[in-house]
């Protein structure tokens, strides 16, 4: 059998064990995936109206409101999402079944490859839920082409590998899950500062640098481009650049981190 038949078989053995531990343990999953529901219900029916008025030219009402906050809503289900892989991670390390996997006649990366491909089916099942809801209580995307649904899955499942191999670096440093999920929590706390929930320019001037050019905003403003039809500029290259930067560098910390001879 050659080396790359091995890997493929051994990655395909521990997505499905992931995805069973997933389906056996969901209560860390919809606690994560509850937080975004319930802010994309508080910020629509009690802040609505009131937040309406940073959008556009001031007049918008809930319904634009609503079709603003969703993209944003999305991206921050995938960063509570992936706090769950670095739990994981961080329970396989800590309870020795990795320390057995290395005794094992079995591909070394697949233990994170499988990680990061079922945490990776998660988020995007994650935002699906997340977007029905969204549907339910009114968002449209009615004039987005195909080809631009395609390219907005695209985007969310290329977020999703990023901050994905994020939070499997997280996980593997910690030394206990409690840890893994403090670690973890900056993904889900940066679409918070970003342009999730009013536009940059209605930011404090010294905060807007922060809020234009970290990770989020280019993938947020660039998912909206293509749901929505607003103006997407240079967000869509910097969104693509963060997301392969991070894959890279979360990548090599994760695999450095797992190929040093446990202590």
């Known amino acids: 059998m050659s080396s790359v038949t091995l890997a493929v078989r051994d ?8 995805l069973l531990h997933a389906r056996r343990y969901p209560s860390l999953t919809l606690n994560l995936l509850l937080t975004p529901v319930m802010l994309l219900l508080l910020f629509v029916y009690v802040f609505g ?29 995938i960063g509570g999402t992936t706090i769950g892989s670095a739990v994981s991670v961080s329970n396989d390390m800590t309870e020795g079944i990795i320390a057995r996997f290395r005794t094992m006649a079995i591909h070394r990366g697949s233990v994170l490859v499988g990680h990061v491909v079922g945490s990776v089916v998660q988020c995007v099942t994650s935002v699906l839920l997340v977007g ?14 195909a080809l631009e649904w395609l390219a907005a899955v695209g985007l969310l ?47 404090p001037g010294w905060f807007r640098p922060f809020a234009e050019y970290q990770p989020f905003t280019p993938a947020i403003e660039t998912l909206r481009g293509l749901l929505l039809g607003s103006e997407i500029g240079n967000n869509g290259w910097l969104a693509v650049a963060w997301c392969a930067g991070l894959t890279a560098l979360g990548y090599l910390w994760s695999t450095s981190l797992f190929e040093r001879d446990p202590q």
């Open 157 to 203: 499942t290329l977020v999703s590998l990023a901050l994905t191999w994020i939070a499997v670096g997280m996980g593997l440093a910690a030394p206990n899950a409690e840890a893994a999920s403090n670690n973890a929590m900056p993904l889900m706390i940066l679409p918070l500062l970003s342009s999730a929930f009013v536009p940059v320019d209605a930011m």
């Open 49 to 77: 109206d009131v937040m309406s008025a940073g959008i556009g030219d001031g007049e918008a009402d809930r319904a634009e409101y609503l079709a603003y906050l969703v993209p944003g809503i999305l991206m921050l289900t």
């Open 11 to 18: 990655s395909s053995t521990m997505l499905r064990r992931n």
């Open 132 to 145: 029905a809801v969204a549907v339910a209580i009114g968002f449209r995307a009615t004039d987005a082409t």
